[in-house]
């Protein structure tokens, strides 16, 4: 503990009952107060106390205008006809000519925002990673990007990966893969 001069302790406490009495002033008392409760809280140590990783930095929020796929046209009355979106190209094609009670057409309309696009709901953009080296590019970039790591990667590099994540303070998208063992 630091000790505090004499002198600068009487200016303290001189000070101290002036602001006090200008607080009460400034609040008038409450006709019903709340009894303060005397417990003490400690702050209990989590497990995560020790991670560096670094928040997103603030964007606009993220808006999906749609998250239903598209639906390819007929694909509901005929099985050889697949799901996935085609685009309608019949002279006479109902889906094409947008009338009403048919089903949407993939359009420019329906994309996202260019600040939030490929954008995660934790606010990185996903940044592809197959070798230790390649998180030191993001230790300036780490509040836009997180690392994920590629697919290919074996399991003693992964380890490697997430230990230079953890030590830079760059979010890992997959920290598990590969990498926890079944109990």
Request: charged share 30%.
């Amino acid at each position: 503990m630091y000790a505090i001069p004499d002198m600068a302790r009487r200016e303290l406490d001189s000070l101290s009952e002036p602001l006090a009495r200008l607080s009460r002033a400034a609040k008038p008392e409450r006709e019903f107060s709340r009894s303060i409760s005397t417990r003490t809280t400690t702050p209990s140590a989590s497990p995560r106390d020790d991670d560096k990783m670094v928040l997103a930095k603030k964007h606009v929020p993220i808006v999906k205008k749609r998250t239903k796929r598209f639906w390819r046209h007929q694909s509901d009355r005929f099985k050889c006809v697949p799901e996935s979106w085609r685009k309608p190209k019949g002279i006479d094609n109902r889906v094409r000519r947008r009338f009403r009670g048919n089903i949407p057409m993939p359009s420019i309309g329906y994309g996202s925002n260019k600040k939030t696009k490929h954008m995660m709901p934790s606010g990185h953009k996903a940044f592809l990673v197959h070798n230790p080296k390649d998180v030191e590019l993001l230790l300036m970039h780490n509040r836009t990007y997180a690392a994920e790591i590629a697919s290919a990667v074996s399991s003693r590099k992964r380890v490697d990966i997430i230990a230079k994540a953890k030590a830079l303070g760059v979010k890992v998208t997959n920290p598990k893969g590969r990498v926890t063992t079944e109990a």
